[in-house]
Structure formats: structure tokens, C-alpha cells
């Protein structure tokens, strides 16, 4: 099959940094244009990747017909709108999680994306880290047999986020833009949560930002077939750095149980007869982890971009796409409602309530 190249512009060049250094070291990729209406930031990027364009008005980037595909690092209460304006001007679309910072812009977005015939991609990175990879290979190889159990975490010290303003405002949560990493993970597992129930807590860290979403959470949520998902975050608090996994995944299953961590790259396996055996990657450190610290990792966006590339050649949608993106909002949702009311809650009435259930 023909490998097309494909042009992308960004918007959004804090975390749009990592997608700018997969677009240039991807031979699928052109990177046409970058936008941020802070041209500090645009010079910073542009002297630091070294190339020649950037404009402070995403208009101007839209306008550009060469460009197909928009990849969008905007801070969470925008990406409604942005994916919106994307797809109204014809292009494909890759856009960061949260997809949306609340449920109630998802119809609006459906209209528009039914309109558009094109393309949205939800950039979930962490189904495309190295241990969560292969762990996906073995669930799709049935070595684990039956899955009945999932359990996710995502766990750490995230304090240094709240420095963004954005992050002390409306619309922005811990549990939609990091617990949906956990949340992102037990779905792909269980596809079908119908119901879930868990507690939260706003700790006086927490409210020391100003914030009062909860930074604790635990939930159950259980499938169609009964099958039960344990989804944990915590994002205030110091955390064991050495033993805490930062995002993990545990499947058990009849035949064998793996859990993927994200701290190290490591992929613990059990498929009796094989004794258990503890895989590392720590040797594609340097693919995922490019810049300074661990804060930013470019090796998962690489990873996704080679595979939309993909996904565009063939013609097939790529996942998550929005109406899965929409799904995990729906979960999302459930969660909060649940933590407000003590009460188990099923997702399906929240679309409903929501007019997304078709
Ligand atoms: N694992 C992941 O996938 C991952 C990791 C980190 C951040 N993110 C996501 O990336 C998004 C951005 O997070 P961040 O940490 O880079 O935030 P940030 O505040 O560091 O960067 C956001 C950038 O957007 C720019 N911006 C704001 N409004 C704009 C507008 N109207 N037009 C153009 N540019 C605009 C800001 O100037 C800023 O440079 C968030 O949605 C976050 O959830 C995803």
C-alpha cells in the first residue's frame, strides 16, 4: 500500500512540543505550521526544533489548504472549540485528552463532526506507551486467558500542574485531565462499563490551589457481563517514587495476569507455565522520555502518529475516536455524579440525560 506523507499544524506548544518532535522525526509526517497565542512560546519552539513558521492566530493556520490534519494541545476548556473550528475547515483532527472538559459540548461536537466527514483522534497516550503495548498484544493473543478483572492507577505528586492558570479554573478536574488515563485504560479493557460507584476527596493540599474537585478518588465500576474494574487516583500528596507505578494496568485473567507500570517501563508477566517474569524496556527510555525530565514523552505521541498515519492510508478510524471519546466522557460523568450522590450511577443515564444515547 502507498504510504502517504501526511502536513500537520499545531496548536498549543506547551505539550504540542512532544507531537512537534514526532512530526520531525517521522517520515509520514510534514510539519507545516504551529500556533500559540503566546509568541514567547512560539520563538522558544521554533528555536528550539529550529524551523521557520509560526502564526499567533489559529484562523490563519485553518486557512492553509495544504495542511490535513490539525493536532490540538490547547488547555482542556478549549478543545471543544478548536476541535470544532478544525473540522469545519476540512481537516482531520488529533486532539489531547480530555477530548472535552464536560459532556455538555458533545452533541454540538457530534453535529459538526457528522457534517465534516473527518477524522478525530483522541491523543489517549498512555495506550501507547512500550509496557502497555505489549500488554495489549498478549490481551489480543488470549494469553490471559478470560479477563475478568482490571485494575488501573494513576498515581502521583501533580501539584507542579497547578501552576498553569488554567488549572485553577472552571472546567479543569483531576479526575478528567489525569484520572482519564486509569479511566482510559480499564474501558479499553472493559469497553462496556455500565455502572460505577467510588468516593472522592478534596484534601486541604487540594484546597490550598483554590480547588475544590477532588484530588482522591477510588472507584468500582462493573461491565455488561458483570466483569469489575478498581480505578484509583491520587494527585496531591508525595507519593513512594520508587514503588508507586505513576500509571498502571492489571489485567487478571484465567490463563494469566500482567500488569504494565509506567514508572521504568516495566511489564510484569504470570502465563503459567511460564514463571513469572518481570519484562523491562528501560533501554527506549531515550524514545519516550526526549526532553528534560519525564514531563513530557514523545515517544507515545510517535507512536500514535505512525498509527493515525496508518489508519489514514487504510481508510480505518482510528481509536479512540469521538464517539469512543464520548463514551469516556460519559464515564467520566458518572464518576462525578456518583462521588456527589454516594450512589452507584449507570453510565447509560447520563446519556440519555445528555441526549447521546443513540
Ligand atoms: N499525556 C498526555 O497526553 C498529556 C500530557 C500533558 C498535557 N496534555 C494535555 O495538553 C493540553 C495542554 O496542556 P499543557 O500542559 O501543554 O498546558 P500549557 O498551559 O503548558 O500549554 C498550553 C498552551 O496553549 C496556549 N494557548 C492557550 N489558549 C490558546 C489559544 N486560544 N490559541 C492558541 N494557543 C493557546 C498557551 O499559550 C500555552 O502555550 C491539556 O489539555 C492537557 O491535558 C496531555
Known sequence: MNKRIYKLGVIGLGEGRSIISAALQ???????????INEEMCKLRRDEFGFRRYTLS???????????????????????????????AGKHVIVT????????????????????????????????FEPMLHQR?????????????????????SRWFLQKDWSRQRGFSWLYNFMIHAVDL????????????GYGHSSSSNRAYGLTTPDTMRFVMKDKEGRIAQVAGSYTKPT???????????????????????????YHTHFPPEKPVTHSFEEK?????????????????????????????????????????????SILTAMERSMESGNPVKVNDVMKEFGLES
Open 26 to 36: 517521522s517520515e509520514r509526517w510534514d510539519l507545516v505550521n504551529v500556533c500559540d
Open 58 to 88: 489559529y484562523e490563519e493556520m485553518l486557512q492553509d489548504s495544504e495542511i490535513d490534519v490539525i493536532a490540538i494541545y490547547t488547555p482542556d476548556q478549549l478543545h471543544g472549540r478548536h476541535i470544532q473550528m478544525a473540522l469545519e
Open 97 to 128: 485528552k480530555p477530548m472535552l472538559h464536560s459532556l455538555e459540548e458533545a452533541n454540538g461536537l457530534l453535529r459538526v463532526w457528522k457534517a465534516s466527514g473527518k477524522y478525530v483522534f483522541v491523543g489517549q497516550s498512555s495506550r501507547f
Open 137 to 157: 498484544e498478549d490481551f489480543l493473543a488470549g494469553r490471559h486467558g478470560e479477563v475478568d478483572t482490571v485494575e488501573t492507577f494513576y498515581i502521583a505528586d
Open 186 to 197: 480499564a474501558k479499553w479493557y472493559l469497553p462496556e462499563i455500565e455502572e460505577v460507584f
Open 240 to 266: 513512594l517514587q520508587h514503588i508507586d507505578p505513576g500509571i498502571s494496568c492489571t489485567l487478571r485473567g484465567t490463563k494469566g495476569t500482567s500488569r504494565a507500570v509506567y514508572s521504568n517501563l516495566l
Open 285 to 329: 527510555f531515550p524514545y519516550y522520555f526526549r526532553f528534560e525530565g519525564t514531563s513530557h514523552h514523545a515517544g507515545e505521541y510517535q507512536n500514535y502518529i505512525e498509527y493515525f498515519a496508518d489508519c489514514l492510508d487504510k481508510g480505518e478510524t482510528p481509536k479512540p475516536d469521538l464517539m469512543e471519546g464520548i463514551h469516556t466522557l
